[in-house]
Nanobody, 125 residues
């Protein structure tokens, strides 16, 4: 089993950047695909980005392409989400998740097995 903890959220102005981190406990971190999701008030949880176990494959939601980048460092048991050119519509709680589908970059919440508690990102205009 994997335990996940997100950090790095905060309050920023539009156009600024943040880097989220997700630290994982567990000795099999590299065996999981990892993903980021977000949920705004009154909205359903939506996919943001994902990365395969090897880091060789990534997938970004259309809403963040060209602005966000996911990466992982298996030696540090950490996955990152670099968020640039943040916009007010990016405001949400961001969740890190781990999937047993290790050979690809899953895009749907139901494909993920473990979830973090989330970190708040707020972007003011």
């Amino acid at each position: 089993q994997v335990q996940l903890g997100e950090s790095g959220g905060g309050l920023v102005q539009a156009g600024e950047s943040l880097r989220l981190s997700c630290a994982a406990s567990g000795r099999t971190f590299s065996g999981y695909a990892m993903g980021w999701f977000r949920q705004a008030p009154g909205k359903e949880r939506e996919f943001v980005a994902s990365i395969s176990w090897s880091g060789g494959s990534t997938y970004n939601a259309d809403s963040v392409k060209g602005r966000f980048a996911i990466s992982r460092d298996n030696a540090k048991n950490t996955v990152y989400l670099q968020m640039n050119s943040l916009q007010p519509e990016d405001t949400a709680v961001y969740y890190c998740a781990a999937s047993l589908i290790y050979y690809s970059a899953p895009r749907y919440a139901k494909q993920y097995d473990y979830w973090g508690q989330g970190t708040q990102v707020t972007v003011s205009s």
